[in-house]
DNA sequence: TATTGTTATACTCTATAACTATA
DNA sequence: TATAGTTATAGAGTATAACAATA
């Protein structure tokens, strides 16, 4: 590939990515609103504190606060005190919480996966490579 | 590949596509909020009522009501009369829109080719490809 | 004093329901 | 009567500023 025709592919691509996830977001109807299940992606890696979650979501602690807060009056999140720093808490999934994040997860996948199914099997190898590659760029 | 991986690949693609979203939304600091950038870019492809342009973007003809009178307001947009139906509108983009709409997207592209840079050419082909499969996923 | 998290308050984007003008 | 768009109003999600508790 020519290097003249990077800027363009960077374009498409970008463009390409967003129209997947866009299509994802309005093909599933999801029980919780993005944000939500983006917050517990984060926390089903592993404990963190309202202050490392607010800053891997990029947004502010008090918006952060109510979204914690949310998720823990449905029972999906556990808000426990901090065991060596008496100002801090942590945050963790619910068995619950857990269960619903996969239930979500295998609906948007559900779009997804009837396209790919429209597919060869060379085109699927292909995409097989490329979800690498953009894993890696977005790393 | 064998098809019992297919709802595998269908979950690593769909999250590798939205954390590349995220990315290029989370790096670039936009003069315009995602959805009033989406509203353009359709109208981009040519004229569109209010109502055609709720409905592409999936939003309530109030909500494309504020986001137009927005755009208006700045001068991105204009709201013209329908030629053939009094109650209707017809929006366009305007040359500052256009010129704005240009910025924008290479703003944000500029991350992307960043990454891009650092692959081989052969990585930068296969994603090439894969672009174009995932506009035919998402058509 | 500095830091962690929360509360108070306000702004933006969204929606549903009611309204106006035209078909 | 039905449809296109707007206005009225309310519900989420976000932010900044001020506050309480702890380091």
Redesign the pocket.
Known sequence: MNSAALPGLANDLRIACQRVSRRVRFESTDEL?P??VSAMSQLKKGPK????L?EV??????????????LVEKGLVR?DD?P???????LELTDEGRATLSRVARARDDWMLHQLETLTKDEQKLLKEATELLNRLAQ
């Open positions: 609103t944000h939500l504190t309202p202050g490392e607010a979501e990029r947004v502010s602690p008090p918006s952060m606060t109510r979204t914690v807060n949310f808000r901090h060596s720093d008496g100002r801090s808490k942590l």
